[in-house]
């Protein structure tokens, strides 16, 4: 049963410390989304890759996070560094773009948990 | 820019009862898909629609798009416990661009 993999699940770390997050999108997706969710703001695009090449990211904070497809089977999101106001559950999503039919759905990962104290 | 839009922000209502969200795009969509999210889950895909009218029934569930693409809606017939969570709905402008969430209606049904 093909799933998005997130780890870790859950974070706790100190303000100013580094986070990264990992996804292993699904084999074949060609389309890799970076979500954060909090209570205040929904759900949030940060940042989405094509093919492992990055097209949008401007909904990250450029100053802090960064995030990159090293290879097909990962992608990373690193937050440098960490605020208490980036407590949120992160959320990576991958499907597929099929040209004039546009994006099929998109499966999400489970989310890491992350907690700025 | 681009913006999509759900009420009610959140719904109560007695299991059996109806319920239904509304999705509505500042813009023109391409499609629009909807998704759910159990508390403390993660979405999940439920449908996608496409074309201008389109109506897609699953069991209990109906969605609907609009004659000018712009809005959406869901409806759940005889609510039950598991229908519990938030709805999103995710409209994309333009073939090839990424989805834009709704902020979602969320669903308690009380037994």
């Known amino acids: 049963d093909a799933r998005v993999t997130q780890t870790p699940r859950h974070k706790v770390t100190e303000m100013g410390q580094e986070v990264t997050m990992r996804c292993q999108p699904i084999l074949g997706h060609n389309t890799v989304f970076w979500y954060r969710q909090t209570m205040m703001q929904g759900l949030e695009l940060l940042a989405y890759f094509r093919n492992r090449a990055p097209l949008d990211d401007s909904g990250m904070p450029k100053d802090r996070f960064s995030a990159e497809m090293p290879d097909a089977t990962l992608a990373t999101l690193k937050i440098q560094p960490s605020e208490p106001r980036d407590s949120a559950v992160y959320f990576c999503?991958?499907?597929?773009?099929?040209?004039?039919?546009?994006?099929?759905?998109?499966?999400f990962g489970q989310g890491t948990r992350l907690t700025v104290v | 820019g681009q913006q999509v839009m759900q009420i009610p922000q959140y719904q109560h209502v007695q299991e059996g009862e109806d319920f239904t969200t509304y999705c509505n795009s500042s813009t023109t969509l391409s499609n629009i898909q909807w998704y759910k999210q159990r508390p403390g889950g993660h979405p999940v895909f439920l449908i996608q629609?496409?074309?201008?009218?389109e109506v897609k029934k699953q069991k209990r569930l109906t969605f609907q798009f609009g004659e000018a693409k712009k809005n959406s809606s869901l409806h759940i017939t005889a609510t039950q416990t598991t229908d519990v969570g938030t709805y999103f709905c995710?409209?994309?402008?333009?073939?090839?661009?990424?989805?834009?969430f709704g902020p979602g209606t969320r669903l308690s049904v009380l037994p």
């Open positions: 999503a991958s499907g597929t773009y099929r040209g004039g039919s546009g994006n099929t759905e998109a499966f």
């Open positions: 629609l496409v074309k201008s009218g």
């Open positions: 995710a409209g994309n402008h333009n073939y090839g661009q990424n989805f834009v």
